[in-house]
């Protein structure tokens, strides 16, 4: 079995702060908050997204900018994310919490295709969802960013939680003025 983000500086990806503490960073992951969030659900998440919260469980990252093949209300050529929802609900942040994943579908009106993961600065305007419809929801989710304000536009950011991850940038590697 190929071990989930090999090579990856997990220490270096998150930015410490009082902030993320407060609104994302769950209580450390176990077995059975896995199991409960997931019945709740009704999805299995991606080993590589357990995997990567069991080293911090939510958070906000260093970069938090995703490159898009398409145009979206962000930018023409990327998206940005203000955090990663931990895995549990004792955060606002989290998938069962106040701003969770069923909130975006039942209160929003988001698209029920998957788990809402990480939030954008839109403050709800535009969020980024692990996206179940081809694989059911067992299997490996591709990872989209649904737009509200293009109604509910959804654009494939990347094949696996892992490659999103992987794919996350700094400001500075995007011209805004183009």
């Given amino acids: 079995m ?11 990806f998150w930015d ?7 609104e994302y960073i769950g209580a450390p992951l176990t077995d059975e908050a896995v199991a409960a969030v997931e019945r ?5 998440l991606p080993t590589s997204y357990v995997e990567f919260m069991r080293f911090q469980n939510g958070g906000i990252p260093c970069r938090t900018n995703h490159r898009a093949k398409e145009r979206t209300s962000w930018s023409h050529d990327h998206i ?3 955090g990663l929802y931990s895995i549990g609900g004792d955060k606002p ?7 969770g994943s ?3 579908t039942e209160d929003w009106g ?15 305007h535009d969020m980024v969802c692990l996206d179940y419809r081809a694989c059911g929801p067992t299997g490996e989710p591709q990872v989209v960013h649904i737009d509200q304000e293009w109604d509910y536009k959804i654009v494939v950011l990347a094949a696996s939680f892992e ?4 794919g996350l940038e700094d400001d500075g590697a995007f011209d805004e003025d183009a």
């Fill in 80 to 82: 940005a994310i203000t």
């Fill in 93 to 99: 942040c989290s998938l069962l919490g106040e701003f």
């Fill in 40 to 44: 709740k659900l009704g999805y299995k």
């Fill in 2 to 12: 190929v071990k989930v983000f090999a090579g990856f500086d997990m220490a270096a």
């Fill in 163 to 166: 490659a999103f991850i992987r």
């Fill in 102 to 104: 069923q909130f975006w």
């Fill in 16 to 22: 410490p702060s009082e902030y993320a503490l407060k």
């Fill in 110 to 124: 988001y698209p029920p295709i998957g788990v809402y993961f990480a939030d954008c600065p839109s403050a709800g």
